[in-house]
């Protein structure tokens, strides 16, 4: 059995649902299919009960999957080791970010770099439009993202760091020289639409005020030089986290603090049963830290 066909098998047993699968492995439906009656028929039986309405594990089939799955995550393990060998030694940590506040970091950076001396780190930016896709094709190792995270076939590991929210203005905006801000003066405002999955966009951006009214939606962005352009313009304002404060100080712009709004916290996560040493010495390092509080 290749090992694609096993990740198949394996994935439709977790989700019970061709089209997440494929979705979820970069795969068509007819693939997933494929692959599953290829295994079905090598070995004499059904492996799942499929409907219209549902799709099930059979006995056989859970058998399958209970006897090969740390086998399977043994292998993916030794793969990763084998590639790291063939580095001559030299360990790459990639880590996907969101911002450009690495810096914050350093305390979680210093700490892996003693614990795993041969390995570095490597940051990687990733736009919040699609901030999943490069964790799930392997463009980076492990995401430091804000939660919730609600993505099948990743796992959440401890909270990096915790950090208020502000409103993003543009400096002449009546709110600018405000002490502080409710969500509920967001409801004479725009705000910008493009932030991926829509749970975010909700923890973040909600689509109604505490009161009940409406947040118009503006423009849509993909990025913060997108974001802070839009902000400047007095197109929208944007509640934004409060490292922008530091790493993106503009003197068209002004950030005033949420007084209503819940700490963001941000927190690793990786594929799940794709899990290597340094991205496990890198979840003790920073559950060992606890959240920083920036």
């Not at 056989?60 to 793969?79: A, I």
């Not at 930016?125 to 993202?145: K, Q």
């Not at 890198?282 to 060992?288: I, Q, R, T």
């Amino acid at each position: 059995m290749e090992i694609r066909d096993i990740e198949i098998f394996l994935t439709l047993a977790q989700e019970l649902h061709f089209g997440r699968t494929a979705e979820q492995l970069r795969v068509s439906p007819a693939r997933v299919s494929q692959a599953i009656r290829k295994q079905e028929r090598r070995i004499g039986g059904a492996l799942f009960d499929r409907s219209s309405h549902h799709v099930r594990l059979t006995p056989l089939g859970r058998q399958l999957h209970d006897d090969p799955l740390p086998v399977y995550r043994g292998l993916l393990r030794s793969l990763e080791r084998a590639a790291l060998t063939a580095r001559r030694g030299t360990a790459v940590l990639r880590l996907g970010m969101m911002s450009s506040n690495s810096e914050d970091l350093r305390p979680v950076l210093a700490a892996f770099a003693a614990r795993r001396p041969g390995c570095s780190v490597q940051i990687r930016a990733v736009g919040y439009d699609d901030p999943f896709s490069a964790l799930r094709r392997g463009a980076v190792d492990v995401l430091l993202a804000w939660l919730p995270i609600r993505e099948p076939g990743l796992t959440v590991g401890p909270v990096a760091y915790t950090e208020p929210v502000v409103l993003c203005v543009s400096s002449t905006h009546r709110l600018a020289v405000r002490d502080s801000v409710s969500y509920e003066d967001l409801a004479d405002e725009a705000v910008p639409t493009g932030a991926t999955p829509d749970y975010w966009r909700e923890a973040l951006i909600p689509a109604r005020t505490p009161g009940g009214r409406p947040i118009d939606r503006g423009p849509t962005v993909i990025d913060g030089t997108q974001l802070l352009a839009v902000v400047a313009s007095g197109e929208a304002v944007c509640p934004v986290h409060a490292h922008a404060l530091r790493y993106y100080a503009r003197p068209d712009i002004a950030y005033v603090p949420i007084h209503d709004a819940p700490l963001a916290r941000w927190a690793l996560c990786w594929r799940t049963g794709g899990d290597t040493d340094p991205i496990r010495d890198l979840a003790e390092v920073v559950d060992e830290l606890g959240p920083l509080a920036l």
